[in-house]
């Protein structure tokens, strides 16, 4: 059963009498344990795309499927599905600047409704799995900007998410440590069987990807 699934996605925004389409009817499936890398230039839709995956927007039209279950109804319905079964990881890291390493791994625990007095193990494993156990007491200031994205990343594994989505994580990267963090992005779909979308300009993506597709115009080409 696929992690996540597109059906007929269309999305449509509306600014005064004016309506444009951004997505004619997508059709993705994302399975356990693949890599797959979205590419498309700006304006495609591609972010769009990923936030409708994510359950952070709706669709005009189609419907998403999150472990089988329909990503439809209220707000809350749509958070608790982002909550139990999808990690993000963005270009800005958007890490919290007075909090540590752990103590921002602890803090997405804490909102998906995780308690208790393993708390503080649980997000210092999350951190030593990303190779960042020296780490964990340290600022993001004092962090470089692939250390950041690691701990990024182990925010958006806090929970054990399904599915991990990544807008453009590379992109405030040198070579190296875009290749390093692409390379987590496969260890984590292959060991863990973790499915992994990454949005992404990076060619380096297709050393890693299962698939590799382009999306133009709304509509995506394989």
Known sequence: MPVLEALDIVKDYQEGRDR???????????????????????GSGKTTLLQILGCILTPTGGSVRV????????????????????????????????L??????????QVKGHRGPGLRAQALGWIEQMGLGDRAHYLPRDLSGGQKQRVAIARAMA???????????TANLDSQ??????????????????????????PQVRAVADRVLSIRDGRIHA
């Open 20 to 42: 444009t389409r951004i997505l004619h009817g997508i059709r993705l499936a994302l399975e356990p344990g693949e890599v797959v890398a979205l590419q498309g230039p700006s």
């Open 100 to 109: 540590t390493a752990l103590e921002n791994v602890q803090y997405a625990l």
């Open 177 to 202: 440590a875009g290749q390093q963090v692409l390379q987590l992005f496969r260890r984590l779909a292959r060991e863990q069987g973790r499915a992994v979308l990454i949005v992404t300009h990076d």
């Open 159 to 169: 929970g054990n998410p399904a599915a991990l989505l990544a807008d453009e994580p």
């Open 67 to 98: 472990q089988g279950e329909a990503a439809q109804g209220r707000p809350a319905v749509l958070a608790s599905l982002r909550q139990r079964h999808i990690g993000f990881v963005f270009q800005q890291y958007n890490l919290f600047p007075a």
